[in-house]
């Protein structure tokens, strides 16, 4: 089970670095992700393709954590509709399903608060972004985020919210509720506030 683990986070890592890169196929067809490379004229190797856009093949997204705007990209999700959605969401780009995320232990975890009802936003349900918990630097910064799902309360008064603390207040104050479905994402993240890959 370590191995196997590892095995994903290893992949995940490299996906995340836009190095997964598979063994060359009898007929030397060059493949990166399992996708034949042979039709994309102009790109005779990973260097070249290393300088296309990131945005070509995995758009960045806006956010917030701790009250500032960060991007990230979507790569993976364990649930196939969740999987489905981020691709439609990221207008073709193909977020993979790979079921066995959810099955990360904790401590491979961080956490994204998605909101399912509100202000109406640029989030995957149409309403506010997300909030994140942690950014690279942070010591609980992880690629994998378990998604928890963010609702407002009949009665209560939406707003946009940009931070944990924010979030965290207005459950004190039962104006939302927050749930975890079991779903995991890997959602690295590209610039945050006062850094950036």
């Known amino acids: 089970m370590k191995k196997l683990i590892g095995m994903i986070i290893f992949s995940l ?12 196929t009898p007929t ?47 790569t993976e999700a364990s649930d196939a509709g969740v999987a489905e959605m981020l691709t439609e969401m990221m207008h073709g780009p193909l977020v993979v399903l790979v079921p066995e995320l959810a099955n990360a232990p904790d401590e491979l975890l961080a956490n994204v608060y998605v909101f399912t009802n509100g202000m109406k936003g640029m989030g995957p349900f149409g309403f506010q972004p997300d909030i994140f918990d942690s950014v690279p630097g942070d010591e609980t910064y992880r690629l994998l985020r378990r998604v928890n799902l963010v609702e407002w309360m009949e009665g209560s008064t939406p707003r946009e919210l940009k931070s944990v603390a924010d979030l965290h207040e207005a459950e004190s104050a039962g104006e939302v509720t927050i749930t975890q479905p079991g779903i995991v994402v890997n959602m690295p993240v590209l610039v945050w506030p006062g850094g950036s890959r």
């Open 13 to 24: 890592i490299l996906s995340a670095c836009g190095t997964a890169v598979s063994t060359p």
């Open 28 to 74: 030397d067809t060059p493949q990166v992700d399992g996708m034949d490379m042979g039709g994309m004229e102009g790109m005779d190797s990973l260097e070249d393709m290393s300088s296309e856009p990131t945005e070509k093949y995995a758009p960045m997204v806006g956010t917030y954590y701790n009250g500032g705007d960060l991007l990230f990209i979507h």
